[in-house]
């Protein structure tokens, strides 16, 4: 579904399509080998004639089908991708994948896709406080009815409902953010993580400049069996798409018929039924509410991969490969929905305004009629 062509755009953003495609997963694996190469080659551990042949390839050279069938043969991809690169420098063929293994490459890659869908995420998540915060000042003295446990309390501002929702994705963003800072690491470790094949110090020496070249962390001594970075940053998505779920379902709630305090803006054809032609459904905040439970669901996966054996565990590796590009598919696509829904929604303040006026002189009236010696407490 997340690559239907007609129901892609409803789930995800094509900017975040973009960054986990399989061409940008395969030219990022492609990256992390280049620049593992430049590295090295800067240290004099390989021919500076060798990282350049190896920067110069670019995926236009690889055969994807060819990568296709080594993975159904080994269960790795980056043991074909090895071997066509290899095979486009021949003459320099043992310098590449110099001292590295495949989850070096795969990790690395995978932070820095990451790295671009937070940034992706953060913005969207930016502009969607920014829509709030000219609603609230918009409606600075609007009221409204108040509802607690499904039952109308109090009135209160309008402004004040929707400075909860912003200031709950400001938290959110903040701890994205901050997952981000601890999460997105370089992997460069070898085999076990030890540096192995490397002699002493030459081996965190390649780590760092790999890191300060790509833009990502370095942590000690490796992660490649302790996933919680990759756990911390997902469990910030999912937190994320719990706030957006909620607002979501509640703006579906007051879309209703029965309180009709909120509306989307119309255009012929939008929200319309097949069956019954009166309805005009709001979308926006129904996509929002199912896309953020997906998101939120999918991220939570991720703890089922973190409980990895020993030293490395395919089994709950592999996991990763879906949950990490479906739980920022699926984020990106709530936050879209977000900020469609508050860029064109309309609330109407004269059935909130005139219903809480209604709803507080009724209660003020029943309340004077009811003395304490006949109040009945249930």
């Known amino acids: ?3 239907s062509h007609v129901y892609r755009d409803c789930y995800s953003s094509s900017e975040m399509r973009t960054v986990w495609s399989e061409q940008a997963t395969i030219s990022a694996w492609l990256k992390v080998e280049q620049v593992l190469a430049r590295c090295q080659a800067d240290l004099g551990l390989i021919p500076k004639e060798a990282a350049s042949m190896i920067e110069a390839i670019s995926i236009a050279d690889l055969d994807v089908d060819g990568l296709a069938s080594e993975m159904a043969l080994v269960g790795r991809p980056i043991v074909g991708l090895v071997k066509q690169l290899r095979s486009l420098v021949p003459e320099h063929g043992c310098h590449v994948h110099h001292n ?3 989850q070096d490459i795969m990790d690395t890659a995978v932070a820095m896709q990451m790295k671009h869908s937070v940034d992706c995420i953060r913005a969207g998540t930016d502009r969607l406080i920014t829509q709030l915060k000219a609603h609230i000042a918009f409606h600075s003295s609007t009221t409204m ?4 446990n499904g039952q109308h309390a109090f009135p209160i501002r309008l402004a004040t409902k929707l400075q909860v929702w912003q200031s709950e994705l400001e938290r959110r963003s903040d701890a994205l953010d901050f ?3 601890r999460g997105l690491n370089v992997q460069i470790g070898g085999p076990l993580g030890d540096f ?3 002699e002493e110090g ?3 020496t390649v780590r760092a400049a790999v890191a300060t070249r790509i833009g990502l962390g370095v942590i000690e001594p490796h992660w490649q069996s302790a996933r919680d970075g990759v756990a911390e940053i997902l469990t910030s998505l999912g937190l994320l798409c719990a ?3 909620k607002i979501g379902h509640n703006v579906n709630l007051l879309s209703s018929s029965d309180i009709a305090e909120v509306s989307e803006g119309h255009m012929n054809g939008k929200g319309a039924s097949s069956s019954m032609h009166h309805k005009r459904n709001q979308r926006a905040s129904e996509f929002l509410e199912a896309v953020a439970r997906l998101g939120r669901q999918r991220s939570e996966q991720i703890g089922e991969f973190t409980l990895h054996q020993h030293e490395r565990s395919g089994g709950a590796w592999i996991g990763e490969w879906v949950v990490v590009p479906e739980a920022f598919l699926l984020t990106s696509g709530a936050v879209n929905w977000a900020e469609a829904l508050f860029a064109d929604i309309t609330f109407q303040t004269d059935q909130m305004q005139g219903r809480a006026k209604k709803i507080t002189g ?3 009236a029943k309340a004077a009629a009811i003395s304490p010696s006949t109040a009945v407490v249930k």
């Open 196 to 198: 192995r094949g490397y």
């Open 362 to 364: 009724l209660s003020g």
């Open 179 to 181: 997952s981000a800072s």
């Open 145 to 148: 009815m108040g509802r607690t």
């Open 1 to 3: 579904m997340l690559n």
């Open 243 to 245: 706030t957006l779920c």
């Open 100 to 102: 590295s293994t495949t």
């Open 202 to 204: 030459v081996g965190e």
